[in-house]
């Protein structure tokens, strides 16, 4: 799954949810989250954040490895 981590926040750009195929991209207080179960690894939100605040969960850089699970709770908390 890809991920979005600290960049995102408080910008909330947006241009990930116009590109993805699947609307696994929502908007959830200061910033936005991939649904990690419904993303299906395609890669267009990546290229289009302004911010680049987008990786694949392998690339994510060490500084933000907890925005994986960030994103995974966002969903489990709804
Ligand atoms: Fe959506 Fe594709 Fe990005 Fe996953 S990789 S969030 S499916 S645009």
Same mark, same amino acid.
């Given at each position: ?5 600290? #960049?995102?926040?408080? +910008?909330?750009?947006? $241009? %990930?949810?116009?590109? =993805? @195929? &699947?609307?696994? !991209? ?9 649904? #990690?179960?419904?993303? +299906?690894?395609?890669? $267009? %939100?990546?290229?289009? =954040? @302004? &911010?680049?605040? !987008? ?24």
């Amino acid at each position: 799954t890809y991920t979005i981590a600290e #960049p995102c926040v408080d +910008v909330l750009d947006k $241009a %990930c949810i116009e590109e =993805c @195929p &699947v609307d696994c !991209i929502y908007e959830g207080g200061r910033m936005l989250y991939i649904h #990690p179960d419904e993303c +299906v690894d395609c890669g $267009a %939100c990546e290229p289009v =954040c @302004p &911010v680049e605040a !987008i990786f694949y969960e392998d690339d994510v850089p060490d500084e933000w490895v907890e925005y994986t699970k960030a994103n995974a709770d966002f969903f489990d908390e709804i």
